[in-house]
């Protein structure tokens, strides 16, 4: 089972394989558009799939806060934060990987 992020780069690395086709005007093939993507595209992407999944697991983190902090009419600050990484950190995460819709 591949993840969510492997599964996206393949929906990349395939449209950067159809464009790169018509630039240079022949059949590229998956290896050479793989190598130009990684080269050309790879780390800016990956750190802005990264900056996105932090975005969404921050607002999941402040939502429990807020919740948890309503419950116990107070403010849990920091407190709540350490508490939903803790108890959801990792299953949100393999939420994401499996099923969120943020890239594909």
Not at 25 to 35: F, H, K, L, Q, Y
Not at 89 to 94: D, K, P
């Amino acid at each position: 089972m591949c993840s969510r992020i492997e599964r996206a780069v393949r929906t990349e690395v395939s449209r950067h394989k159809v464009a790169l086709s018509k630039e240079s005007g022949r059949n590229v093939t998956d290896s050479e558009a793989r190598a130009d993507w990684e080269t050309r595209h790879g780390e800016e992407w990956r750190a802005d799939y990264q900056a996105q999944m932090l975005a969404l697991q921050r607002e999941e983190m402040l939502k429990y806060k807020w919740i948890e902090s309503e419950k116990a009419q107070r403010d849990l600050g920091r407190d709540a934060i350490l508490d939903w990484i803790n108890k959801y950190a990792a299953h949100w995460r393999a939420w994401y990987e499996a099923e969120s819709d943020l890239r594909t």
